[in-house]
């Protein structure tokens, strides 16, 4: 990681810890499974994310827009787009387990893992089916068809790599329980499969019940997590056979730090990118209507769309910022334990609800009754996805030998910077809700304005710390130039605790 | 990276190579910048290939429907598009010489970066501006302001970063000529925003003028470099202080594979998905539509836009196969020349056209003359991203001492293989047009569908192979079923050479 610094490390590092196994690897097929992984997290972090367009795009009839209606419209997709984003983060745990045990790919599992690749994508389709059509059972139909598809290849993938040993992970490699691993692992890939199965089933004469076996679908992992981890508790310690199972599917079993930032990142840049894709195909306007209503103006016709950009910077400084601050708070975590994975699965799916936020108060400009209740709406989202942050963090305390880096621990000098820097997010939109209630009329523009100012400020404070600093430093040391540089720094350790909390 | 397999490894090495550095880095708010890489590889990839959309979303209007006018409607989408990839992979490269010098961030810095991407962000609305008004000089405007803040921002990091020197890498921090580094750097920066004031001037009342300067930013930096390698080549070598700029600079200097590979990979994710946003978008009916003209059967609606499906299973199958020739690729390869870069830039801006293709293989469905048409369109498209792709290798192996692993050395077994696979791409799409030329009607179907047989026809001969070995051995090793793994993979060596290519 730290290799991306310079070229030589990243060189040297490759040399230790890649070139040398790819090397004898490659010579029969064997490949590290690295790249792959993060190209899986990629796509599945962007269709999690891309699942909040049919939402954001589903436009509201004029009889629906008395404020009840609207109210109870934006629950539901909001509902509904959060049970999917869960879908496809078990779908996404489910392959970082799998491939926790399978250590090393060839051409034949890439490929298995690009066919269960291209079966996830389809689950937004079915998606879009369900809320189009809530009464017709074929969205449903075809979902379980997916997921049941999806289950089948992970069971290939598992059955193929304990056909050639050499693919999996040493652990299960070395050990001697190999078929009863076997057997536990799919048991464990099907569960999700079979209900799905049922479900189908159901969906043909009574559709509701498989809406159901699909929520449990979703929260099964959880459940059955959780009564292990209680199993535990009761029963204490194992045989070896179960024992050695625990290191992949213990409820304490950290997760990959890796591939929780990897999915992380990518959920964060597509949301980014799908407010800019709201702009460039709804403000780019139409040369025809230019003509006719601006009289050619260009200028004028943006003009008109200026809340717009103002709602996407607005959006995308809180998406950055949130960004910001769960990389800061990853930094100084050690170990991702899965509590702490579902608290940042469920920030997660409030960020990608962000795109809403954006639409509703971008779109809501114009009319004053709606422009409250859409920043209610944003401000509920942002508080969310932050808060989830938050209750990562105090999770990760409650544990924090295990789970934090020694200076973030708790009462070292780094607890209190995180606490602050995750505290502002849900402080500053409790804050505009109140303020939503308090105020009779409340502008989206303010909204966005506030949202913008945050960091600016922030980095203006750290920028004139750091000027009188350097203004210290250029009386002090004029006299050695050149090796002065530690001198700021511990001047700047000292500073530290005395600046505002960053963003 | 072969931490991912299992847990313990991966703890190992952040332990050995992160925990510890941020550790005491996080003391004083230093931060490493892996994570902040990758974030901003991903945003970077996203932006670049989502300005595929406004091109893919242009209507036809029923008199451009006459063959000429389409053929050059397509001619200058797709070289609109291809400039606006080459600016942003532009940002991106000089992204990465920025942080090749910044080695670590703090706090100041991330939040410098997300403001460098959000001005990024912004360069695909300016460009679907250029594209809808080509005549009204604002989009060019707008896109100079653009590039120049974001030279303003790069400026203000590389000057942050010189100020606080143990924030550089180690080789700058420590060499006794920084303030000569700093103005190269800068100067370099800021060549492509001074072309671009310039630019913003002319577009105020000659903007041709200005699109011509645009076009000069975009190829500058491989003028440049090319200007540089020739008087590299005359000059020989140099000046200390010159030299030691080199591992920044030169025209040799390897670009930092993992970003090379993570910002493929975000090209490739994204395209697969923004098929599946077509998906979703286009083809859920519309509840009215579907009870009156199918009676309420879903199915009978869907079943209109089957030929959408298949297209779209056909594209993903392409991209996936893409990806995974990329994948093995650079699986050989250990160095990233400029050239080599340049030439993957190239690939993957084809492969981000591969939506473009899709679109017009479902969209032409219909009318059999726009089919052929159509055909041909995606093939070229897919010529070109794999002939590129190609291209790589070959470059690769002119020095291959320096860029290629051991195994993969020409005559090399792997050599072969990669031949093989990277061949077989170019030959299919070159067969596919030429049958179009060939045959007086070619289904798009048709063409899907032999999209969709590739990979599976390999994954079945692969699976028969398997097979095979599997029953020789369990003819042999019956005695030591623990123990005799590394036998079939011999075997399996010894069978390679005979097994068709990996698709």
Redesign the interface.
Known sequence: ???????EP??D??GD???G????G????I?????????SD??LS??AT?MI??VT?MEITPEQKSDKSVQNLLATRIAVYLMTFLIVTVAWAAHTRL??IV??ID??L???N??C??TI??L??TF??MV??PE?P?GIFLFCVCVIAIGAIQALIVV?AF????LL???I?GS?HRAPHRRHILGIILQGPTLCLAAAGFSLFFYPASYLLMATVVFLPYISKAAGWCRDRLAGSREPPAHSLE?TFDLH??L????V??FS??V???V??L???D???D???D?KE?KAKFGGS??AA?GTSGPQFLAY?GS??TV??L??AH??L???I??VTRPMGLLNTLSLAFVGGLPLAYQQTSAFEKQSPRELESVRVSCAIIFFASIFQFAIWTTALLQEGETL????RFGG??HAFMFAKLALYPCASLLAFASTCILSRFSTAIFHVMQIAV?FA??LL??LV?LAL?ALRALRGLARP?RT??A??AM??AR?PLLPA??
């Open positions: 990681m730290s290799g991306r610094q310079t070229p990243a060189l590092r490759q810890c890649s070139t196994p790819r090397d004898e490659a010579a029969d097929g490949q590290h499974s690295h790249r792959m992984l993060s190209f990629a796509l962007i269709i891309v367009l049919p795009h491939f926790q250590g090393k051409d034949t890439a490929l298995l690009l066919a690749m291209m994508t389809f937004p389709f879009s089916l189009t059509f017709v074929l193929y056909h050639f040993p050499h992970s040493p652990q490699e001697a290191f079993e950290p990959s730090k890796e591939r930032e990897a990142d990518g964060y840049a597509i980014a990118t407010l800019i894709l702009i460039c195909e403000n780019v306007p040369p230019v260009l200028v943006l910077f995308f400084v950055g910022l960004w910001f990389h800061s990853f930094l100084h050690r170990k880096q020694p200076s973030a000098r780094e960091p922030f980095l750290r920028l750091r350097a050149g540089q530690p700021p720094r700047d350790d530290a960053p963003c």
